[in-house]
């Protein structure tokens, strides 16, 4: 079982919707566009149980609202980012001169916890240093990791934005996602997916992270 992957809004996000073990049912993650997603939803004859936000940048949470209101799937974000649901400054839509229509969420997240989405059994992983609140999705059975914007295909998150930090999400990828047992898909925020043991293996900035002795 393999999620259905959507490029959507301005800054073309993967959003990916996860067909669940519940006949019928799907979560999503990081939704931009509404009806690009309520049509691909559709088509595969799915609706949404839960909205699994990995964190709260704009171009990540465009659509959430409306399918929160259409649907009526719990919004799950980690408590630091929550705030973006409704807050212009915290989500940077006011950096973009856009407007996200606002909501709030129904699931605040420590990370540690674990979901029952769709029948699916997803672990939350705190990964902090993109934002104060970013958190990767396990799926241990599926060996699928949904990344967000924490670690790409061969580079990581920025690092620069409000609650960024490098040290950081230097630390979450090499203490929390490196240390995991086996293989995963790794499908990130933006670009193409990759695996975890592709990256642990090849990630150049990872690896001169390690040569310089900080991990």
Known sequence: MQPITLLTGPL???????????AGKCFVVDPSDFAL????????GLTPT???????????????????????????IHAADAEALYSKRASLSVLAGMEVPPCRADM???G??????AGIRIKVLHTPGHSKGSV?????????????DTLFRL???RTDLQGGSEQELYESIAYTLFPLAGDYDVYPGHM??????FERQHNPVMRDWGAAGLW
């Open 136 to 148: 990767c999705y396990l799926l241990e059975q599926e060996r699928i990791l949904f990344s967000g």
């Open 50 to 76: 839960h909205i699994l936000l990995t964190h709260g940048h704009f171009d990540h949470i465009l659509a959430v609202a409306a399918l929160q209101k259409e649907f009526g799937a719990k919004v799950c």
């Open 37 to 44: 997603v309520r049509d691909a939803m559709a088509e595969h």
């Open 108 to 110: 605040l997240l420590a």
């Open 12 to 22: 073309e996000v993967n959003t990916y919707i996860m067909p669940g073990t519940c």
């Open 112 to 117: 540690g916890e674990t979901i029952d989405a």
């Open 155 to 157: 580079s990581v998150g």
């Open 192 to 197: 193409r997916k990759t695996t975890l043991e």
